[in-house]
């Protein structure tokens, strides 16, 4: 929520603005007025607020001179002026200056609303830039750990694909690899041995994801074609007995199977599990066993396949995840995502972003929300995921599809 001054010498003309303001769904929680330049100032200095409506044309301090001030001590307060036609090259030297957008007198409510979350979008995309950097460089074992274990749970969403895309994965086959100690290693071995294998692998040219635990390992190698993962998976082993022999820590090691699709890698996990002979339960079995290729059920696909579209589409804005697709069909998960890219060509995570993105596309258009706001509307837990997956998937930001939506319609007044 954000602060928003209304300086104009006319009351009537701060009233209709608040007005409009106040009826709106706009996220601004506190709305303050001035009469002139001068208390525009001192009001900025003293409560920081983070959009400025200026009436170019006050006596005393000019609206352009009062933005010089209140920049000078919040800069990145966004200015929009209001003004009369007969002051248009003052807009245009405004605009010149730094200033986000105007407004004719008398200002309509929708340019208003178009205009502030203009200013809004622009902050929201300003504090999750910042947001974003600081997740980066807060990137921890811990996430990793994280991320692995949605990835071995069939828990992919989102949130996983941007952060590969953070960390600038992108080679399209992945494979789990499971080790299990024979016997309890200590935390002081555990730092060690991550340390030791996380340098091997990187000096092997190796991107790879992996988690210590006491008792064993999780981890996933990628690469960017298919035909070297049977090489890649004999030297990453090696790689793994150098580094067990040299700590002699005793060990077993299994390699699942490559896979293209991430909501495949629970199936890899089991494979890898079960190499090392680790007990797999009944229902983990099932997803091992079932065979989405043959014949079982083929002549019913479209039915269930249509389910779970369907599925999607009513809960979109919810937190789905595969295990709730799957049993609104009844199938397990790796049966079910295996059989949607079979029939509709995409994933069921690509499928659920297209449902979301044009919803978030209607939404834009109409201009009533904010982008946090939609991004929320929409099922994302965080707007960066929501910015990152519409420039991904569309080619261009969010405020900049809603720039050309406007422009497109001719609601520029």
């Given amino acids: ?49 983070e959009i400025c409506i200026l009436d170019i044309k006050m006596p005393g301090l000019s609206g352009l001179e009062a933005m010089e001030q209140i920049r000078a001590v919040n800069k990145s307060c966004k200015i929009i002026f209001s003004t009369a036609y007969s002051y248009f090259d003052y807009a245009v030297k405004a605009l010149q200056a730094g200033a986000l957008d105007f407004m004719v007198k008398p200002v309509k409510k929708e340019k208003l609303i178009q205009v502030i979350n203009k ?47 953070a960390m600038g994965i992108r080679e399209p086959f992945g494979c789990i ?9 200590s935390e002081e071995e555990k730092a060690g041995l991550s340390k030791l294998l996380r340098a091997d692998l990187t000096a092997a040219g190796y991107t790879h994801l992996l988690y210590v635990h006491r008792k064993s390992i999780d981890f996933m190698v990628f690469s960017k074609t298919g035909d070297q993962t049977e090489k890649i998976a004999r030297h990453v082993e090696k790689i793994f007995a150098y580094a067990m022999d040299s700590l002699q820590i005793p060990h077993a090691i299994g390699a699942g199977s490559w896979e293209e699709d991430l909501m495949q ?4 996990y089991l494979c890898a599990k079960e190499g090392v002979g680790e007990y797999v339960t009944a229902e983990q079995r099932e997803i091992i066993v079932e065979e989405p290729s043959g014949e079982k059920d083929l002549k019913e696909v479209p039915a269930e396949i249509e389910s779970v579209c369907r599925y999607m589409k009513e809960h979109y ?28 060509g995409v994933t069921i995570i690509d499928y659920l972003i297209k449902i979301r993105l044009d919803k978030a596309k209607e939404l834009l258009e109409k201009g009533d929300y904010s982008i946090k706001q939609i991004s929320f509307m929409v099922g994302y837990s965080d707007p960066n995921y929501f910015t990152w997956s519409f420039k991904k998937y569309l080619g261009l930001s969010p405020i900049k599809y809603r720039y050309f939506q406007n422009l497109g319609s001719g609601n520029l007044e």
């Fill in 1 to 49: 929520m954000y602060k928003l001054m209304i300086v104009d010498d006319e009351g009537l003309e701060r009233q209709a603005l608040r007005h409009f303001i106040q009826n709106s769904k706009l996220e601004i929680e506190e709305i303050l007025e001035c009469a002139n330049g001068v208390d525009a100032v001192k009001t900025a200095l003293l409560k920081q607020p």
């Fill in 119 to 165: 200013a809004i979008d622009q902050l929201d995309a300003e504090h999750n830039q910042e947001a974003y950097q600081s997740k980066i460089t807060d990137l921890t074992y811990v996430l990793e750990k994280r991320i692995l274990r949605e990835l071995i749970t069939g828990q992919t969403d989102e949130e996983t694909l941007w952060f590969f895309d």
């Fill in 177 to 185: 690899f499971f080790v299990r100690f024979k016997r309890e290693i």
């Fill in 265 to 268: 890698m629970e199936f890899s």
């Fill in 317 to 344: 804005s919810e937190k789905i995840t595969l295990t709730s697709i799957a049993d609104s069909v009844g199938f397990s998960k790796y049966y079910i995502s295996r059989l949607f890219k079979k029939h509709m």
